[in-house]
């Protein structure tokens, strides 16, 4: 549909982007003598491991157009990290495409796959602001629940999982997997299941529903989206895939081929040589936890209470008050978080705490929480 409204612009069918409404506090946070703690996003800081750039730089020279669904290396690298870290297996080539970021695939998916008007799209009730935009721009019905019995005899086109849980970390457990499977599959609802802090596991052991014993042995209506963003400080070259169903992913590459949606081929190459690499994830792995440990135990010196957190790269914590008001208390200490309402309405009393900063940004917002 084009819009011809005068003055009608994208920004007004979708919500306002949250992190705009930060920047008073960001002012005051920035204001600090030993300035600015940013915990505010998830945004890596470490170095984009040398396998990667190694890679990057050898497929440098790279003049032609790169196929849409990806040089069969990066497929296959992607099929192999899932068996190999996940246990996912029975998975063909023709399952899984490289995505330019796992964002534009949540903000676009719902829309590539036909979902429009009528439609309902459901997501977590604190969840990644992205899955609302995504039903928004297909002109779905967007409903945050967490409770199915909630939607009566409702038969939504799509519902989004997401586990480990942005911004909460929780793990949903396998028998909740399995139900929530057996329950699209009997209503014809596409599962969609956002699991790029796979991981990012400190607590619990997240399964992706792609694994066997929570889809028995098949992928009919699924989908799930990895990204290498977090695990291997690649969110720069914006590396990500979907795999699944044969034939909702043929119906995503046909629609990405007409939209030109192709990851770079320089890309490709870097993103299959970091999956083909366990060894720096580790180590970044043992980075995070560091900072998580030292993080956790200041803020609950400080009066705080963590909730969930048993993976991502956030601490969902709470002092028991209006989240705005959490925000501004750190603000004056020099730290920046994200208030818990950017999230949904149940996040009101919550704000989320990333632990992506450098060990010495960590240090030092220890050193404000326990001042």
């Given at each position: 549909m084009v819009l011809r409204t005068p003055g009608r612009r994208v920004s007004a069918r979708l919500p306002d982007f949250p992190w705009d409404s930060l920047a008073a506090h960001k002012a005051t946070a920035s204001a600090h003598p030993d300035g600015l703690v940013d915990l505010s996003v998830g945004t890596p800081v470490d170095p984009t491991p040398?396998?990667?750039?190694?890679?990057?730089?050898?497929?440098?020279?790279?003049?032609?157009y790169p196929v849409t669904i990806g040089v069969e290396r990066v497929r296959q690298a992607c099929l192999d990290w899932l068996e190999r870290r996940h246990g996912v297996t029975g998975l063909g080539l023709d399952q899984v495409i490289p995505s330019i970021g796992s964002k534009e695939l949540v903000a676009t998916l719902a829309q590539h796959l036909g979902v429009g008007p009528g439609d309902t799209v459901v997501f977590p009730e604190?969840?990644?602001?992205?899955?609302?935009?995504?039903?928004?721009?297909?002109?779905?019905?967007p409903v945050a629940t967490d409770s199915?019995?909630?939607?009566?005899?409702?038969?939504?086109?799509?519902?989004?999982l997401n586990s480990p849980s942005n911004p909460t970390g929780r793990v949903l457990p396998p028998d909740h997997l399995r139900k929530v499977v057996e329950w699209c599959r009997e209503r014809g609802t596409v599962l969609v299941s956002d699991e790029c802090y796979l991981e990012c596991a400190w607590e619990a052991e997240p399964v992706?529903?792609?694994?066997?014993?929570?889809n028995g042995g098949s992928t009919e209506g699924i989908l799930a989206l990895h990204s290498l963003s977090k695990r291997s400080n690649l969110a720069g070259y914006r590396c990500a895939f979907v795999a699944g169903d044969p034939d909702l992913v043929g119906e995503l590459l046909a629609v990405r081929k007409n939209l030109g949606l192709i990851v770079p081929g320089p890309m490709q190459h870097a993103m299959a040589a970091a999956l083909d690499d366990d060894a720096h994830a580790d180590e970044q792995h043992a980075r995070y936890a560091a900072r998580r440990s030292a993080l956790r135990a200041a803020l609950e010196s400080a009066g705080f209470r963590v909730d969930h957190s048993e993976a991502s790269l956030y601490l969902w914590s709470s002092r028991d008050e209006d989240c705005w008001d959490t925000v501004s208390w750190l603000a004056d200490r020099g730290i920046l978080v994200a208030p818990g309402s950017f999230y949904g309405s149940a996040g009101s009393r919550h704000v989320r705490v990333a632990f992506t900063a450098t060990d010495e940004r960590i240090g030092a917002a220890v050193e404000r929480l326990l001042g």
């Open positions: 040398e396998v990667a750039r190694a890679a990057l730089r050898e497929h440098a020279d790279s003049p032609g604190l969840a990644y602001p992205t899955y609302e935009v995504g039903a928004a721009l297909a002109g779905a019905t199915l019995v909630s939607l009566g005899p409702t038969a939504p086109a799509l519902l989004w992706s529903v792609l694994h066997p014993s929570i």
